[in-house]
Structure formats: C-alpha cells, structure tokens
C-alpha cells in the first residue's frame, strides 16, 4: 500500500484566495482525520471522519474552514478565503475502527499564505 | 476537554545513553496512549503504544510505562543512536470520544 497521500506537498497562496487540500486514506480503514502543526500550537486535530461522516469537528478554527469526505477514499479539507496565519503543515491521517488503533500519517502539505 | 502536558521540550543526550520523555493526561476516561516520531519533512509515525489495562511494554530499545492512577506515561529509550533524533510526541485517546490529543512534542538529539 502507498500509505495515506497528500496533495499538493507544497502550497503557496496569497491572502484572500481559496486552498484546497486533498488526502487519500489507506484502502480499508474507516477514519480520517485531519491535522494542522506550527510551532505556536504544535499538532492540532481539526476534524474527523468515521465512516465518512465528520464526528468531531470542534478543532475546526472559524468558519473560514469546511472539510468533506465525499467517499472512503478521498477528503478535502478547504480554507476560504486564506489568511497569513493559516500558514502550516496539515495532515492527513487515517485508522481502522476509531482513534483506538493506529494512526497512519501522510507526507503533510506545507502551505504558506502571503 | 483533555489536556496533555510533554516534558521536556528538548533533550540532548550523547549515544548509547538512555532517553526518558514524560507525559501526564488529565482525562482519568483516556485509555490508549500511543507515541509518535517525527522526522523533519515527514509525518508523525506510531513507535509503541500502551492501552490501559497494561502497565508497560516494551520493543527491543523502546519501552512505555502507565501509571493511571497518577495520570502519567512515558517513553524510555535505551542504547540511543544518532538516527533516534527526531521531534517525539506522546497522545492520550479516550477511545469512546474517539479522538487523540497530543503533547507538544520533545526533540530529541542523540550526540555521536
């Protein structure tokens, strides 16, 4: 298996445009989560998907944020409009069951907003 | 909500010394505790976990011990060697809530 894929790796932007992030969970497993990591607040869960339906998503910062999971295989997480201090690394992680197992990172995708 | 707390936040020691990382949860209802490292550039990895009902485990150079009474968790590295150098972040999981909530991670610099 590939592991869970991230795309785009990097990602720069300038304030006000719409990013859009994408994550590929490892075939299989049931839920998603998603996570942002700078150096003020460290790894920060945003939201999270068990069976593609979001349980959680009280991390989520404003409503500039939305994420979907259309399907077992494919999630995005958007911002819109983009703001300076949106610049980090999100992750994407996947598990089977619930959050008792193994999280499973992606690469992350680094995005810097200007 | 939970609340986890990491230390030390950077630890620098020479190889082949032992490395302890320390963690302490305030939700007495977590009950899986996993440990992740992560290299620069890449994604948090699992390295050993421990669920409640175990006091330690341990995989060759690795070790986690629970105390959960006392609320705290740590990881012990035995025989570090320089590729052991990484950022290292504890979580406690209360598996019916269903979500993890990390520390703030320790870096860890093995000196050769």
């Known amino acids: 298996d590939a592991g869970v894929i991230q795309s785009p790796r990097h990602e720069v932007t300038e304030m006000g445009q719409e990013v859009t992030l994408r994550c590929k969970p490892i075939?299989?497993?049931?839920?998603l989560f998603w996570y942002r990591q700078t150096m003020m607040r460290g790894l920060e869960l945003l939201i999270y998907?068990?069976?593609?339906?979001?349980?959680?998503d009280s991390g989520m910062p404003e409503d500039r944020f939305s994420a979907k999971m259309p399907n077992a295989s494919f999630s995005t997480l958007k911002i819109q409009p983009s703001e300076p201090r949106d610049s980090a690394v999100y992750f994407c992680?996947?598990?089977?069951?619930?959050?008792?197992?193994?999280?499973?990172f992606g690469p992350g995708t680094r995005l810097t907003v200007l | 909500g939970e609340n986890v707390e990491q230390h030390p936040s950077t630890l620098s020691v020479q190889e082949g010394d032992s490395a302890v990382i320390k963690c302490t949860y305030s939700?007495?209802?977590?009950?899986?505790f996993p440990w992740y490292k992560q290299e620069l550039g890449k994604g948090p990895q699992l390295i050993i976990d421990?669920?409640?009902?175990?006091g330690e485990k341990k995989d060759q150079r690795i070790a986690v011990t629970l105390n959960k009474t006392a609320k705290h968790f740590s990881l012990h590295i035995t025989e570090t060697q320089p590729e052991d150098s990484a950022v290292y972040f504890c979580?406690?999981?209360?598996?019916?809530?269903?979500?993890?909530?990390f520390g703030d991670g320790t870096t860890l610099t093995v000196k050769p």
């Open positions: 998907f068990n069976n593609n339906v979001p349980i959680d």
């Open positions: 421990i669920r409640s009902n175990v």
């Open positions: 992680a996947s598990s089977e069951g619930y959050s008792y197992n193994e999280q499973f």
């Open positions: 979580a406690a999981t209360n598996t019916n809530a269903g979500k993890s909530t």
């Open positions: 939700d007495s209802a977590s009950n899986y």
């Open positions: 075939s299989g497993h049931n839920s």
